[in-house]
């Protein structure tokens, strides 16, 4: 049988056609996809050369739907269910999974398993997968769309504790991205005192404010690091997340940081690039620099409650629902930063 699928070709050429649908495993399901959202990271694969001329390729690992087969072997799913998968995988078992700290499992093998090929209307979840866990299921009355947020979500929201956002915090968001957007809303929740977003597009730095920013600082007009400490009274900000796939931003970000405060890299820079850092300032002023990718099993499951909840204004954020044809559209809309999250309907 066939289906539809967004097929990347190689950079930038992405083609929406009839591709096989992948076979039912026996100890698995089929999952027909609902909803897909349009990561940052996919941007990114899908505009460079991700996999190294091993094309044809499906990203889009933000994925929920509902299960349309199981294998005979599969037996805690059944036909109908709707289910949310992130995308990590992790085997429970090693120091690092034990300790609480799933997102450093050290069973590559595992996982690697990690969800791509999204994009396209069914997905194949081995056993391996459905025993390690990281599938949730969507309540009835929560939207697919609204249930796709759960994986941007969840590494935001695993950030923000792990450096311990929170009260009287002021928060500097270097990114105005919807990464950038979830971090402001997370962090108010948190409790933050004051969020500083910076970024060198105005119009996402305008559409940021509905988020809980409170002072927006574009660095294409004025001096970032002049522009945060003026608002912090000299001192700098307390903690620093750099939210953008750029060196420069890196470097910047440890000067608007007061002493003794936290800086994260949470955005990936390109592969095999260098940041300069002022290390002295580092040394003496006790900064900590800290580095953060995805989240464990526990915080993916409360980062979905929080998407799924009533009160979480996921409508503010998925600012289109587009037919998959249309990825490209979706891809230009984020990258103009006209979009803030775009989800795909691979059905429409
Ligand atoms: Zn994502
Ligand atoms: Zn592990």
């Known amino acids: ?12 050429d992405i083609r929406v056609e009839m591709t096989e649908k992948p076979a039912c495993p026996k100890d698995g399901l089929i999952l027909k996809i609902m909803a897909v959202g349009l990561c940052g990271s996919d941007i990114r694969n899908l505009t460079t050369d991700s996999r190294k001329g091993n094309y044809p390729f ?23 269910q709707r289910l949310f998968l992130f995308p990590g995988t992790y085997c429970m078992e090693c120091d690092s999974c034990v300790s609480g700290h799933s997102e450093n499992c050290e069973n590559e093998h595992v996982a690697k398993l990690a969800g791509t090929g999204g994009f396209a209307q069914y997905i194949a979840v081995g056993g391996e997968k459905i025993h390690y866990g990281g599938i949730y299921e969507i309540p009835d009355d929560v939207t697919y769309e609204a249930a796709s947020l759960g994986e941007p979500l969840t ?29 402001a809303q997370i962090a108010k929740i948190r409790g933050a005192q004051k969020v500083i977003m910076i970024d060198i597009n105005q119009h996402r730095l305008e559409m940021a404010k509905q988020f809980g920013v409170d002072e927006i600082i574009n660095s294409s007009e004025t001096d970032p690091i002049e522009a945060v400490k ?14 953008t796939p750029v060196n420069a931003t890196q470097t910047q970000s440890i000067h ?9 890299f949470f955005g990936g820079v390109p592969k095999g690039s260098m940041t ?17 990718f995805g989240a464990s099993y526990d915080q993916s499951k409360r980062a979905f409650r929080l998407a799924i909840a ?38 429409d």
């Open 276 to 292: 300069e850092l002022d290390c002295n300032l580092v040394h003496y002023n006790n900064i900590w620099i800290k580095g953060h």
């Open 155 to 183: 590494s935001v929201f695993a950030c923000l504790e792990n450096v311990g956002v929170g009260y009287a915090d002021t928060l500097v968001i270097i990114g105005a991205g919807p990464i950038g957007d979830f971090m």
């Open 310 to 347: 009533k009160n979480f204004p996921s409508d503010k954020f998925i600012t289109h629902i587009l037919p998959l044809d249309k990825i490209n559209e979706g891809i230009s809309l984020t990258r103009t930063g006209e979009a803030i999250k775009v989800v795909l309907h691979p059905w």
């Open 1 to 12: 049988m066939q289906m539809k699928a967004a097929l990347m070709y190689g950079p930038n």
């Open 58 to 80: 499906i990203y889009g690992h933000e994925i929920v739907g509902v299960v349309d087969e199981t294998g005979p072997e599969e037996t805690k799913y059944k036909v109908g």
């Open 230 to 243: 003026a608002l912090t009274g000299g001192r700098g900000a307390d903690k620093v997340i750099s939210a």
């Open 256 to 264: 608007m940081v007061r002493k003794g405060g936290i800086v994260v």
